[in-house]
């Protein structure tokens, strides 16, 4: 048998200077453990509260290493980041500004739509390094459109950081530097994960049951 031997490391390069990706966990076994209560809103659990804190801490390792000790600006999307920024920023040391942009694409449905402007920035960025956070990836245009923004404002170095990550969903080319969690095209709900407005509250996340949706278009019809 050949000896197996390891591939020579690529020489580091100017453009080493981005962050290092991480393996990306894939979520695509749901858990049928859904707490008492919850069971009528979601059909299964992607991600429990346990699962989140461990990847939180990991993602924030590595976002502290890569920014370092010059002050940098978290820019966190609202509304479905709040709870995934709340705890990823007491996991870093900073230091950091902490500032908020308000966008909205979804409207009361599961399917994208218009991006609009719910809330601006307080915090100048020009000159800043940013870290944009966001609760999902999905087609990209949330994203793409808020870094292009903070890159119109004069921001030093935007990256971006997002809890879950559905690839397949993609309809603009946009990737994310720190990306939580993989997981398929399902409709998902908890920590920050809306539909309606509702289960933001919830601790875990977890694939919204399609009857929720049903009684949803019903009650709109009525
Ligand atoms: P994109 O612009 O990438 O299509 O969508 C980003 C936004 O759509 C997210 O910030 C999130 O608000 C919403 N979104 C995308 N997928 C889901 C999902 O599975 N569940 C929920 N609740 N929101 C989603
Ligand atoms: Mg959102």
């Known amino acids: 048998m050949k000896p197996k031997i390891a591939a020579p490391a690529p020489a580091p390069t100017r453009r080493s200077r981005r962050p290092v990706p991480i393996d990306v966990p894939v979520l695509d076994r749901l858990s049928l453990r859904i707490p008492s209560g919850q069971k009528t809103i979601v059909s299964g659990v992607v991600a429990t509260p346990a699962r989140l804190r461990r990847r939180i801490r990991e993602l924030a390792r590595s976002i502290q290493d890569d920014f370092g000790n010059r002050e940098w600006v978290v820019v966190a999307l609202l509304n479905g980041s ?31 739509g218009k991006l609009v402007y719910t809330k601006d920035l307080k915090f100048e960025v020009a000159g800043r390094d940013v870290l944009v956070v966001d609760d999902i990836l999905d087609t ?4 793409s459109e808020v870094i292009r923004r903070l890159k119109s404002l004069g921001a030093r170095r935007v990256r971006s950081c997002v809890l879950l990550d559905k690839p397949s969903r993609r309809v603009v ?23 309606a407005e509702r289960y933001r509250h919830l601790p875990f996340i977890g694939v919204l049951r399609p009857e929720v949706i049903a009684a949803a278009a019903r009650e709109r019809v009525r």
């Open 82 to 112: 709040v709870l995934f920024v709340a705890d990823l920023v007491r996991e870093l040391h900073g230091p950091l500004i902490l500032d908020f942009i308000g966008v909205s694409s979804y409207g009361d449905g599961t399917e994208s």
């Open 140 to 143: 990209g245009r949330t994203l």
């Open 173 to 195: 080319k946009q990737g994310a530097d720190y990306i939580g969690f993989q997981i398929p095209d399902w409709f998902v709900v908890g920590y920050g994960l809306d539909y």
